[in-house]
């Protein structure tokens, strides 16, 4: 079963405008990773939460995890163009296997 | 430039034929992965390796098949036993299997003639 959960499935935006995306687990975790993939492209790690932290930023992005919900959100903040792509989160287990379940992506459009 | 390269972009396979998916990373990462992406899908873990001569089956291994003889490669084969083999591969790996993130190579697509 999926342990990440991403929504919405699809999101279209006007650039300048924030993008805000939203991932959902089932069992506890480690750490909780985002990553980003441009349409035929391999993924690129954009940021990791680990689960001792509420709030992380990096550049225009803002990642939240909420433990006590399951629940972890991604904001984009003043959307490009080129931030066009399909946004995954990833969840490892406690067990420090190294394994990553991702879920299966938001696909975010940015319209210029 | 550290990175991990696969080969080929594109692969075509005949029934009945077992074909094989380069991966190589000169990352120096001891743990190497291989997914497969199917469209609108995200990623299922097919194997994984966290040190040399060592892999684990990961949730859809069957009909797949990987060695790891050296730390920078990883090689993938699909067999003919995998019966629906057409998806977008991807390599990836992380320093060790401490749950770091994890740097992938481009893919190789994979479809049936």
């Known amino acids: 079963s999926q342990q990440g959960e991403e929504d919405p499935q699809a999101l279209s935006i006007q650039e300048g405008e924030n993008a805000t995306m939203n991932c959902s687990y089932k069992?506890?975790?480690?750490?909780l990773q985002w990553y980003r993939q441009n349409s035929g492209r391999g993924l690129v790690h954009l940021i990791l939460?680990?689960?001792?932290?509420r709030e992380k930023h990096s550049g225009r992005l803002r990642v939240t995890l909420d433990t006590s919900k399951k629940s972890s959100s991604l904001l984009i903040t003043a959307s490009r163009a080129a931030d066009t792509a399909s946004y995954f989160c990833?969840?490892?287990?406690?067990?420090?296997?190294?394994?990553?379940?991702f879920g299966q992506g938001t696909t975010l459009q940015v319209k210029p | 430039d550290g990175g991990i390269t696969q080969s080929p972009k594109y692969l075509f396979r005949k029934e009945g034929q077992n074909v094989t998916l380069s991966c190589e990373q000169n990352?120096?990462?001891?743990?190497m992965y291989w997914y497969r992406q199917d469209p609108g899908q995200g990623l299922r873990l097919i194997y994984y390796?966290?040190?040399?001569?060592?892999?684990q089956k990961g949730d859809i291994a069957e009909g797949y098949s990987v060695s790891r003889e050296k730390k920078e490669s990883f090689p993938l084969t699909v067999t003919s036993a995998q019966k629906n083999p057409t998806a977008f591969y991807l390599c990836?790996?992380?320093?060790?299997?401490?749950?770091?993130?994890?740097?992938f190579g481009d893919g190789t697509r994979l479809s049936i003639l």
């Open positions: 990836a790996s992380s320093i060790n299997r401490d749950n770091q993130p994890q740097h």
């Open positions: 069992t506890s975790i480690n750490n």
């Open positions: 939460i680990r689960s001792n932290e």
């Open positions: 990833a969840t490892d287990k406690s067990s420090n296997t190294g394994k990553l379940i």
């Open positions: 990352l120096n990462h001891d743990a």
């Open positions: 390796s966290q040190i040399v001569n060592d892999f």
